[in-house]
């Protein structure tokens, strides 16, 4: 499986932008997924990660109710829709998901998309 980023822009404090994570190859062996974020100077986290069916979501606090994770199975993409940016949302953002293979689980990243939130 291979996932690749994209929509990371420059954008005005309390704008919007919208993160797309493709995913090609053996894409039903994918679990579940989500987004991490790794600022300068600081350890990657998790900001949001959505189920392998989509019905069930979790999220930072600092980014709740700002922030929303989907995913749409048939075209093999998950998104995450940032809302009300602050510049401490400035980070490069990562795609993640998890892989099951015949009972073989493992972890696939992204490249990162970069976000930088202007005050």
């Known amino acids: 499986v291979q996932l690749v980023e994209s929509g990371g822009h420059l954008v005005k404090a309390g704008g919007s932008l919208r993160l797309s994570c493709v995913a090609s190859g053996s894409t039903f062996s994918i679990n579940h997924m989500g987004w991490y974020r790794q600022a300068p100077g600081k350890q990657r986290e998790l900001v949001a990660a959505?189920?392998?069916?989509?019905?069930?979501?979790n999220y930072v606090d600092s980014v709740k109710g700002r922030f929303t994770i989907s995913r749409d199975k048939a075209k093999n993409t998950m998104y995450l829709q940032m809302n009300s940016l602050k510049p401490e949302d400035t980070a490069v953002y990562y795609c993640?998901?998890?892989?099951?293979?015949?009972?073989?689980?493992?972890?696939?990243w992204g490249q990162g998309t970069p976000v930088t939130v202007s005050s």
């Open positions: 993640n998901a998890e892989i099951d293979e015949l009972g073989l689980r493992f972890n696939v």
């Open positions: 959505i189920s392998s069916g989509g019905n069930s979501t």
